[in-house]
């Protein structure tokens, strides 16, 4: 009765070993996940900042731009304006001639 106690718990020691052994390889495998998880999100923080940045720098430029047309539209109706003033300038010197 006592053998077969001895070899009933060595059977339990030897499943809890593997049990352990394959709990350890478990660790490992979902410890080398996490690195590669962990990595991917500071790739994916770092490449988001850099999208951020870009988009202001684009935003930036866009009303730069959106301003310039606006100056650029204004001083073309000045011109616009000047322009018709001295055909009406150029009309009245001819019909008095």
Known sequence: D???QISDLKFKLAKSE????????????LEG???RYKTAAENAERLEDELKAEKRK????????LDKIEEL???YGHLVK????MK???SALLSQQ
Not at 82 to 85: A, D
């Open 58 to 65: 684009l935003q930036r430029e866009l009303r730069s731009a």
């Open 73 to 75: 539209e204004v001083s």
């Open 2 to 4: 006592a053998n077969r």
């Open 88 to 90: 009406a300038n150029r």
């Open 82 to 85: 000047r322009l018709e003033k």
């Open 33 to 35: 996940q996490v690195a």
């Open 18 to 29: 593997q049990e352990i052994t394959a709990l350890e390889q478990n660790v490992i495998r």
